[in-house]
T-cell receptor, first 113, second 113 residues
């Protein structure tokens, strides 16, 4: 099993550009998550998908959109990137509610100039 | 809303010193608790978790944590740290049967050799 994979690993954008971060998991997990990690702020939830076909906002959804393409894949889109979106983005998945740990991908380091 | 507080943002210890990192959460119901570690340049890895049963939980690499329900705390301990424990440590909480993990801001541990 590859676990949770993310692409790309690094990306530099100019303000106003758009891009999509890809995430896939091969563990047949139901729920998937997108976080951003900023120094001194821990991980903050952007969006999550409790199951295929559903998505919900997390703590910091502004400026982002998501798509749960199928059970395996959950993408995060920045329509018009801003310097405030410079961060490290992590995707995670969990088998089901409550009694399971989240598995994290390796992260995408995004810089917006 | 749930929140997680980690008491120290930076901790510096010498090798062989004992470690205790504080974590408190605010939620009155049943919770599941986690400690994750992030080594420099890597993604988050699970150190240990508490779901139920013995409140003293042992994890990988000699770490342990104690859940004290009356204090809403889940402190991480290690009797003797090593240089290789240099990393950032995150406490996280999820409500029982919930699907959103809430993270603390993280504690950066530096171990001097």
């Amino acid at each position: 099993n590859a676990g949770v994979t993310q692409t790309p690993k690094f990306q530099v954008l100019k303000t106003g550009q758009s891009m999509t971060l890809q995430c896939a998991q091969d563990m047949n997990h139901n729920s998937m998550y997108w976080y951003r990690q900023d120094p001194g702020m821990g991980l903050r939830l952007i969006y999550y998908s409790a199951s295929e076909g559903t998505t919900d906002k997390g703590e910091v959804p502004n400026g982002y959109n998501v798509s749960r393409l199928n059970k395996r894949e959950f993408s995060l889109r920045l329509e018009s990137a801003a310097p405030s979106q410079t961060s490290v983005y992590f995707c995670a998945s969990i088998l089901d509610r409550g009694y399971n740990e989240q598995f994290f991908g390796p992260g995408t380091r995004l810089t917006v100039l | 809303a749930q929140s997680v507080s980690q008491h120290n943002h930076h901790v510096i210890l010498s090798e062989a010193a004992s470690l205790e990192l504080g974590c408190n959460y605010s939620y009155g119901g049943t919770v599941n608790l986690f400690w994750y570690v992030q080594y420099p340049g890597q993604h988050l890895q699970l150190l240990l978790k508490y779901f139920s049963g013995d409140p003293l939980v042992k994890g990988i690499k000699g770490f342990e944590a104690e859940f004290i329900k009356s204090k809403f705390s889940f402190n991480l301990r290690k009797p003797s740290v090593q240089w290789s424990d240099t990393a950032e440590y995150f406490c996280a909480v999820i409500m029982e049967y919930g699907n959103k993990l809430v993270f603390g801001a993280g504690t950066i541990l530096r171990v001097k050799s």
